[in-house]
């Protein structure tokens, strides 16, 4: 069986997102206002200590996120550790989206409830291989991730990861440049269930909105069709290419993707979250320290 809810988050505020010149920085950690958006964000959340499992990227600004909004959590689970999750890092190869080396991390976060199990010495090539920033690969990765967390055997899973990357995992593109590369907010959170309605959507470990998650963000949202967003993948990925954030798949192939389908699954409604089957100035070390310190005191 796979959890009942998800609980998708996109990372607080970074100093990257600060502006276009801070992508040059190195896998920067999270603003002052980034951290108390993790404060209110925690506060919002309704019965958060219901969430008995926690999954972030590795980068830096999505661990922090997870730290400091769970704080409670992990107070009250003190065996429960937090999933670093490679599959779940942003899209580009810009330096903001590259992630410091697994040792490095180690250090950074000696003494802090990370589980490094799944993170291995190549989890940062951003240039080649699984990691790098071709749409397709992305794609790849995104299905990966999805069986992953559909895998867990607890029931309210909450996975931090990154704007970009969050249109590919939950295969929704409405609002993709709403913000910068992205249709998610910092700090943003909206919850999904897993459809196990058939054999189908449980292979590609398809996930669905909840109405009340719809709401929160808009009564007003409508349903899509299957190609209605492959239409706008297609322009978000050409978009993000000039941009520098991704290589981009061709339209056609995207179309192509569409006209394999059958009948009963293009009359699908990417509504509340429904989706297509297809397969974001870094701080310096004395900063780090800081925020490691001040955190680390509350577990």
């Known amino acids: ?57 590795p980068l830096r ?11 409670s959590v992990l107070k009250a689970r003190p065996d429960m550790k937090i999933i670093a999750l490679p599959e779940l890092q942003e899209t580009s190869s810009l330096p903001c989206d590259t992630g410091k080396s697994l040792r490095e991390l180690k250090g950074e976060f000696a003494e802090l409830p990370i589980d490094w199990t799944c993170v291995h010495n190549d989890w940062n090539n951003k240039h080649s291989g699984r990691y790098a920033p071709r749409a397709d690969l992305v794609a790849q990765r995104a299905l990966k991730a999805r069986r992953f967390l559909q895998s867990r055997k ?20 409405r609002g993709h440049d709403m913000f910068c590369g992205t249709g998610w907010a910092n700090c943003e959170i909206r919850t ?16 669905t909105e909840t109405a009340s998650s719809v709401n929160n963000r808009s009564h007003n949202l409508q349903p899509l069709t299957i190609d209605e967003q492959l239409e706008l993948q297609a322009v978000a990925e050409q978009s993000w290419a000039k941009d520098g954030y991704i290589t981009p798949r061709m339209k056609e192939a995207l179309l192509t993707a569409a006209s394999e389908r059958s009948k009963e699954e293009r009359s699908i409604v990417v509504a509340q979250g429904t989706r297509p089957s297809l397969v974001d100035a870094e701080n310096d070390t004395s900063e780090g320290s800081r925020t490691h310190k001040r955190f680390r005191a509350h577990l």
């Open 1 to 57: 069986m796979a959890p009942n809810r998800l609980h998708l988050i996109r990372h607080a505020q970074g100093h990257h997102n600060l502006s276009i010149e801070s992508h040059n920085i190195k896998d920067p950690t999270l603003t002052d206002e980034g951290e108390q958006q993790c404060h209110r964000l925690s506060e919002t959340i309704n019965d958060i200590l219901a969430i008995d499992c926690i999954v972030a990227s």
């Open 61 to 71: 600004r999505t661990l922090w996120t997870a730290i400091i909004t769970f704080q």
């Open 154 to 173: 607890e029931k309210e899973v909450a996975a931090v990861t990154h704007g970009g990357f969050l249109h590919f995992l939950t295969e929704d593109w």
């Open 192 to 207: 999904y269930e897993f459809d196990m309605s058939n054999p189908k959507a449980v292979v590609n470990a398809i996930i």
